[in-house]
C-alpha cells in the first residue's frame, strides 16, 4: 500500500518533494535509498510507487533486496560509483545490482549488517562508524571511489542515521554541534549544512528521508518548517 499526500512542494529549478508512506510507515528511509545516479526500492513494489520515485529523484529506480530483505535503505549504502551490501547479502544480489546498474557491487567484511545506519556520504567523501575495521574501509574506499573518515554525529556513532547527505548538502540530527556541521560540510565539499527532524519531530534523519540533489521523499507527516530545511540545504 502506498499512501502519497496531497502536497508535493516544488521549487524553480524543478526539485520536488514528496510526502509519502510505504505499506504503512512513515519510515520510507529504512525502505529506500537515494544517490545522485539511481535509487532503490524494494523488489515486489508497486509500479506506481516506482513512478513516484523517480519524478521526485529523477533517477533511474531499481527494485532489489539485500540479505532477502525489504529493508534497503537500513542494510545498503551507495554512491554514484559503488553499491556497498552487508555480509548477508546473497551472490545473486550482487550480480544482479552489477548488472542492472553497471557499478562496483561489494559485500563489506564487516560485523555490522545495517551499513545504511554505519555509512554516511555523497560522491565526494563517506564517513564511518568509528569502530568500523580497517579491511571494511578498505573495500569502502575502493567501492565508493572516494576517502573515507571515522567518526561520530550528534554523540552517537550511528552516523548513517544520524544525516542525510546529497552532492549539495547535508542534514543532521538536532543533537549535531556548529563544529560537527561545519566539519561534515567541508569533508563532503557540499555547500551547506543544518539540522532538522523529520516526520512532525522525529530527530533521525534518515529513518524519514530519502534524497539526492535532484528531490526528495519523505513522510507523510513531514511538516511545513522540516520541508523547507530539506530544501534549502539538501538541494
Not at 537515494?34 to 519524478?55: F, M, Q, T
Not at 560537527?180 to 563532503?188: D, G, H, K, N, V
Request: charged share 20%.
Amino acid at each position: 500500500m502506498i499512501s502519497l499526500s496531497n502536497e508535493v512542494l516544488q521549487d524553480q529549478n524543478s526539485q520536488q518533494i514528496i510526502r509519502i508512506n510505504y505499506k504503512g510507515s512513515e519510515c520510507i528511509g529504512v525502505f529506500f535509498l537515494a544517490s545522485e545516479g539511481y535509487a532503490l526500492i524494494p523488489r515486489g513494489s508497486h509500479e506506481s510507487l516506482k513512478e513516484i520515485v523517480e519524478e521526485a529523484l529523477q533517477v533511474q529506480v531499481i527494485e532489489t533486496t539485500a540479505g532477502e530483505s525489504s529493508l534497503v535503505g537500513v542494510l545498503v549504502h551507495g554512491n554514484s560509483y559503488g553499491i556497498l551490501l552487508p555480509h548477508i547479502a546473497s551472490d545473486e544480489e550482487v550480480s544482479f545490482l552489477q548488472n542492472e546498474l553497471g557499478l562496483k557491487v561489494a559485500i563489506v567484511p564487516t560485523r555490522y549488517t545495517a551499513l545504511g545506519n554505519v555509512v554516511l556520504g555523497n560522491d565526494y567523501a563517506t564517513i564511518v562508524h568509528p569502530k568500523m575495521e580497517k579491511e571494511a574501509v578498505k573495500v569502502i574506499e575502493e567501492t565508493l571511489e572516494t576517502p573515507v573518515y571515522k567518526a561520530i554525529i550528534g554523540g552517537s556513532p550511528l552516523v548513517g542515521a544520524y544525516a542525510v547527505a546529497t552532492n549539495k548538502g547535508v542534514l543532521c540530527h538536532v543533537n549535531s554541534s556548529l563544529s560537527e556541521i561545519r566539519w561534515l560540510t567541508q569533508t563532503l565539499k557540499v555547500e551547506d549544512g543544518g539540522v532538522t527532524t523529520i516526520n512532525r519531530g522525529i530527530p533521525y534523519v534518515k529513518i524519514g528521508l530519502v534524497a539526492n540533489s535532484g528531490g526528495a521523499l519523505c513522510g507523510k507527516t513531514t511538516t511545513g518548517p522540516e520541508l523547507m530545511r530539506i530544501k534549502n540545504i539538501l538541494f
